[in-house]
């Protein structure tokens, strides 16, 4: 997959004129941001990153996302962090859609391009700078860690979306697949963050409806997105969270992929309090 095809935001603001409405609404089932209001007042700062802007799409809070935040930094040339994390119990993954990057994960050292994919184990030493001469934008999801009985910690790792090989849906002729770039079997991993791809004319056959959170970054392409009896109309730098249980299907549109970044809480107890941990494993 060329890196072009990954959409990032620009900010700016759009031009003056009578207000015609967009995508974008929130519900107690999901939220849909549209790509238009990625704007410059939409951005926010953080402490300890040099010349960094960023969008929230997703953060806990009553009625909304109970496990998982997710940003798009947007790190300016000679921008970056030596300590982007002040919880020692977080975990997180970063996914390059533009610019070029330096990590500094554990000792060793990465070179980030548009594609390339890092998970960070909580408690990691990193730090990450802007290496080219444009923005480095990037994704960057965090959960705290929630920890099991007898299950050690995941180690960090760094891939890239070409290294890792989509895995066809079953009895799809190859229309519906997922990077996984973590195995699905390994229960070290209490989140998940893949890439899902649909050729033209793909489709979710049913109302998926299950106990997994969702946040989804639209990278590429165009679809119909049917959650909980609405069906939303969405493209490239679009985003849709979808609460527990949420009924959702998708229909792909357009003459080529349609892709998306796509979090998910996995493998873990379920709280047998609302937004809290389970007490099994002596958390």
């Not at 935040?69 to 993954?93: K, L, Q, R, T, W």
């Not at 909580?122 to 929630?146: C, T, V």
Request: glycine letters at 8%; proline letters at 8%; hydrophobic letters at 40%.
């Amino acid at each position: 997959m060329p890196a072009s095809s990954y959409y990032a935001p620009l900010g700016g603001l759009p031009p003056q004129r009578d207000f015609t409405g967009d995508k974008s609404r929130f519900t107690p089932s999901y939220l849909m941001i549209d790509k238009i209001a990625l704007t410059d007042i939409t951005a926010s700062l953080l402490p300890q990153w040099r010349d960094t802007r960023l969008w929230v799409l997703a953060r806990p809070m009553t009625g909304f996302s109970e496990t998982f935040s997710h940003y798009i930094m947007d790190v300016a040339a000679g921008g970056g962090s030596d300590h982007p994390d002040d919880d020692a119990n977080a975990e997180a993954v970063l996914f390059v859609v533009a610019g070029e990057g330096h990590l500094t994960l554990d000792g060793q050292s990465h070179a980030l391009t548009a594609g390339s994919y890092a998970f960070i184990s909580p408690s990691s030493d990193w730090a990450l700078a802007n290496s080219g001469s444009e923005s480095l934008i990037f994704h960057w999801i965090r959960k705290r860690y929630q920890p099991a009985a007898g299950i050690e910690m995941p180690p960090s790792f760094v891939t890239h979306d070409d290294a890792v090989k989509p895995i066809a849906m079953p009895d799809t002729d190859g229309k519906w697949a997922t990077t996984r770039f973590a195995d699905p079997s390994d229960l070290r991993h209490d989140m998940h963050v893949n890439i899902v791809t649909f050729q033209p004319g793909g489709v979710i056959p049913f109302a998926e409806t299950h106990v997994m959170e969702h946040g989804l970054y639209m990278l590429e392409g165009e679809a119909d997105y049917y959650v909980n009896q609405d069906w939303i109309p969405v493209e490239a730098g679009d985003y849709l969270w979808l609460r527990a249980f949420s009924p959702q299907a998708c229909i792909a549109k357009g003459n080529g992929p349609f892709r998306y970044l796509l979090y998910k809480d996995v493998n873990r107890q379920m709280p047998l309090t609302p937004g809290g941990l389970s007490l099994a494993g002596g958390q």
